[in-house]
């Protein structure tokens, strides 16, 4: 298979979606007329114009080919909402956003990708084999390996319009007095979210038709592309320039607890009042609800490790927000009423089992004993709730690629080995120097090019660089475990020297490349630890042509959202000069 080769390490690669909005005009002219008009303005009698009509034989292929060459291309991933998160880490979990029921999730459209593995060896799909390449695709990448680099095709399917509208529901509490309102200055509100693929004008027709209680107006609608759409949906005003995309600090740090949940049948009237009872309960609560079905539906659930399809309505993301001045009671408190909301919400929820989204971490689900890998009684708690029946697969991929256990977590697929009671595992304990670990590094480093930047606690710079991974301020405390070394890579070899040098040395890896940090995997361990902070490997290389793109991990969706519409627009301005200079030349 065809692999184009890096330049960078941990490279993952995307499908680019082609989206394509046919240009309608409506004529009360008929065939005869048209075509008459046509013969007395041809000049040229000695040949005719080809003409083709719905009726034609020849119509569908020639239409088709007109749009595969010349017609216009949105260029777009089903990626997040997010732009600040990483793509690797998104994709690798499996992935959702506001496309989701169009095109199904972001995993699914990853048709190669090349990783480190244990060994520090590269490996691309035809070398890591088919069972590591389904685990890589939503089951989670940090305990398996690091992604490199891959390619994969985009196709374009009709559907109904159904699939084209995504609505989703926000849910706050805000103080009724700023919305002039007298009485109890809190109360609950609902913010309907709308994305759809086509005009304002069918959508309004769509809503009638099916959701006539929300009374959407035209003066409810704004007509976008789709780039300007991903602004939208990330919460920014709509005069937001696109170049904001590459901001990776544009969303504030916050300190929050989040849970997930998959629904599967409605809600009760009493169910939504109990949760809007609670809701008033805490200072800046958050839920928010995406809707499933369409072509997520499809997929089975075995296709990827990401199992949660056909038979769910929506995912439910709980949030609690508050100020990091609160300290470790504040948090406590916050974090308590968000675990009791979890626990009302059992009996509305899916149950066995009750599922949950990987890419929201909640250890409140289980997690491994401190300065232990996970073991499969352990794990299987809630893994089944990320995986259900695909849990058992991840299992043995894991026992297969990794089975010491070196890449590892409080919530790290277990290896075979742990259910039949045999410990064969990698941790230990190995006192090492720094000194020690950089000359590990620099022999071997390949690439002498350029060297890794690397920060330990004595260095000046090491604090900040620190702080600027973190988003989530509930893990900015004093007593947070904090790594020995950060190390941000600039050519894979550099991550191959990391995993060979962390395993001889007894060292955890963690990887950041972006996000929200739900429980702060990224950047915490139990045991000491080594950061690799992918901040210098982002390159994103989009081929128009094939409608594909290699990314790596530590590019965040903003980015990779902002190059297919500038290398898609490039590609358009080619064709414009080229048509302008053929026309100056007679052809």
């Known amino acids: 298979m065809k692999i184009i080769s890096l330049t960078c390490a941990i490279l993952f690669q995307i499908l680019v979606l082609v989206l394509t909005t046919p240009w309608i005009a409506s004529s009360t002219t008929t065939h005869e007329d048209f075509l008459q008009c046509l013969e ?85 799909r035809e070398t890591m084999g088919e069972d590591l390449f389904w685990a890589i695709r939503g089951g989670g990448v940090a305990t398996l390996g690091f992604f490199l680099h891959g390619k994969s095709m985009a196709s374009v399917a009709s559907y109904e319009v159904p699939r084209d509208v995504f609505i989703a529901l926000h849910v706050t509490v805000v103080d009724k007095n700023a ?55 990330a919460g920014f005003p709509n005069e937001t320039p696109i170049n904001s995309l590459l901001n990776r600090s544009s969303l504030p740090k916050t300190t929050f607890k989040a849970k997930s949940d998959f629904v599967t049948k409605p809600i009760s009237k009493a169910g939504l009042e109990g949760i809007w009872k609670r809701f008033l309960k805490e200072e800046r609560p958050e839920l928010l609800i995406a809707p499933w079905g369409g072509r997520v539906n499809e997929i089975s ?23 990091n001045k609160e300290g470790i009671q504040g948090s406590e408190k ?35 004993k401190l300065n232990a890998t996970s073991t499969h009684s352990d794990a299987r708690i809630w893994g089944h709730m990320y995986f259900k029946s695909n849990f058992e697969k991840l299992v043995k991929v894991k026992s297969k690629v990794d089975p010491t256990s070196f890449f590892t977590n409080e919530q790290s697929i277990p290896t075979l080995a742990s259910l039949h009671g045999r410990k064969k595992r990698y941790h230990t304990t190995i006192a090492t120097s720094s000194r020690d670990f950089l000359q590990c590094l620099e022999s071997n480093s390949h690439h002498f090019s350029s060297k890794p930047q ?134």
């Open 179 to 233: 919305t002039r309102r007298e009485g109890s200055s809190r109360t609950v509100r609902v913010t309907f979210q709308v994305l759809y693929l086509g005009t304002s004008e069918k959508l309004l027709q769509l809503m009638e038709d099916k959701f006539p209680e929300l009374g959407m107006k035209k003066k409810d609608c704004r007509e976008m592309s789709w780039i300007k759409s991903t602004i939208s949906f």
């Open 334 to 368: 916050h974090i308590s009423w968000i675990r009791e909301l979890h626990d009302y919400m059992t009996p509305y929820v899916s149950k066995s089992p009750r599922a949950a989204f990987f890419n929201y971490k909640d250890l409140d689900l289980g997690k491994s």
């Open 454 to 587: 690397v920060y330990v606690p004595k260095t000046v710079a090491y604090s900040s660089i620190l702080e600027s991974s973190i988003n989530n301020l509930r893990f900015t405390t004093p007593t947070t475990s904090k790594p020995q070394f950060i190390i941000t890579p600039n050519h894979e070899s550099h991550v191959q020297a990391v995993v060979i040098c962390s395993k001889k040395h007894g060292l955890q890896i963690r990887v950041r490349s972006g996000g929200h940090d739900f429980e702060g995997l990224s950047y915490t361990s139990n045991v000491p630890f080594v950061l690799i902070d992918l901040i210098n490997l982002r390159t994103i290389d989009v081929n128009i042509k094939e409608d594909s793109a290699w990314v790596q991990a530590g590019a965040t969706l903003g980015e990779v959202y902002y190059e297919l519409r500038e290398k898609a627009q490039r590609c358009m301005a080619s064709r414009a000069v080229l048509a302008l200079l053929l026309a100056r030349a007679g052809i």
């Open 40 to 124: 007395s303005n041809s000049h040229h009698f000695s040949s005719k114009p080809q003409v083709y009509v719905p009726k034609t034989v020849a119509y569908s292929s020639i239409l088709e080919s007109s749009i595969n060459n010349l017609g216009p291309k949105v260029h777009g991933f089903p990626g997040g909402a997010c732009p600040t998160v990483g793509s690797g880490g998104h994709i690798s979990g499996g992935g959702f956003g506001a496309l989701v029921r169009k095109y199904g999730m972001a995993a699914e459209y990853v048709l190669d990708a090349r990783l480190v593995n244990a060994e520090g060896e590269i490996l691309n």
């Open 301 to 323: 659930e075995h296709k990827i490790p990401f199992p949660h399809r056909a038979g769910n309505m929506y995912l439910i993301d709980y949030v609690s927000n508050w100020d």
